[in-house]
């Protein structure tokens, strides 16, 4: 018989110790390239406050009336000396990158490298590229004033659960997050109500996190009066919270 160089525990099979090895290098490998999406980020994004991320389906076209509704909603924030963060595709992300670019802000994309579907668009003044989404997730978080999140799939629903569970548990500090074009949102804010908020799944208070604006201009001044009183810089006590997302 052959040498089988398996590793027998408790009926399981284990590979040989070559391997194991060989797979914890390259682990240890690509913590060095996670930490690196975090250093460039930090280095690039770091003088860009106050900025506001934008959210929504990759998937609708420049023709689509949520495309008119992100891109005039980035240029007013952009004009008004918001920073806009994207995801860096199309669609939603597009539009958003297109008005500030037209704004007299930066308009910056945090892009994922994916099998397929991301594309960068073209109106990015600062383009990061992320192989890790919870890299990629951190920049959105601690570099946002606000979220502006337009209708859209998996993604976009995961960004906006992220953000309101870094909220709700105190990870991150508050901030506006707006919901536009309410039809679209309509039914699932119904069903927080009727089973989260009902079932005692989220408190009443935690439906207060999310806001629901249609208008561009109304949401400038939801973000402005959110920070009225506090002011947009980070306080010692915010970053001390960024350091632990």
Request: hydrophobic share 40%; net charge negative; glycine share 8%.
């Amino acid at each position: 018989m052959g040498e089988n160089r398996n590793h027998k525990s408790n009926g399981l099979v284990l590979p040989n110790g070559d391997a194991v090895h060989e797979t914890s290098a390259k682990e240890a490998w690509r913590l060095f390239g996670i930490m690196s999406e975090f250093v460039e980020t930090t280095e690039r994004l770091g003088n860009v406050r106050p900025a506001v991320s934008f959210f929504g389906s990759a998937r609708i076209s420049p023709d689509s009336p949520h495309y008119a509704l992100a891109e005039r909603t980035a240029r007013l924030l952009s004009d008004a000396g918001f920073s806009v963060i994207s995801g860096g595709g199309r669609g939603v992300m597009e539009a958003a990158n297109r008005g500030a670019l037209a704004g007299r802000s930066p308009s910056i994309g945090l892009n994922i490298q994916l099998p397929r579907e991301q594309i960068p668009n073209d109106y990015q003044d600062i383009s990061l590229s992320f192989r890790h989404f919870f890299a990629r997730k951190v920049a959105f978080v601690k570099f946002s004033c606000a979220y502006v999140v337009l209708p859209g799939g998996f993604g976009t629903l995961d960004e906006l659960t992220e953000a309101l569970i870094m909220i709700q548990t105190g990870k991150s500090p508050r901030f506006p997050i707006i919901l536009m074009h309410e039809p679209f949102w309509r039914g699932m804010l119904g069903w927080f109500r009727e089973r989260l908020v009902a079932e005692g799944m989220i408190s009443e208070q935690d439906m207060d996190l999310i806001q629901v604006i249609d208008s561009p201009e109304q949401v400038v001044d939801a973000i402005f009066r959110h920070y009225e009183h506090s002011g947009f810089i980070p306080t010692a006590a915010d970053r001390e919270k960024f350091l632990d997302l």
